[in-house]
């Protein structure tokens, strides 16, 4: 079988699947979103889909 490609990245509740360094795959928005969780700031559970 070949290696399945993620499309949805989570974050929240302290967990996050992506980071600030995954500018270039989630976005700016979504990867700062994610750093944010990461750190323990506030931030509404929520996801990221690429393309």
Avoid: S
Wanted: aromatic share 8%; no cysteine; charged share 20%.
């Amino acid at each position: 079988m070949g290696k399945t490609r993620k499309y949805v990245y989570l974050f929240g509740n302290k967990k996050a699947d992506g980071n600030g360094a995954m500018k270039a795959l989630l976005g700016g928005k979504g990867a700062n979103l994610a750093e944010m969780t990461r750190i323990g700031l506030p931030v509404p559970p929520g996801f990221t889909i690429t393309t």
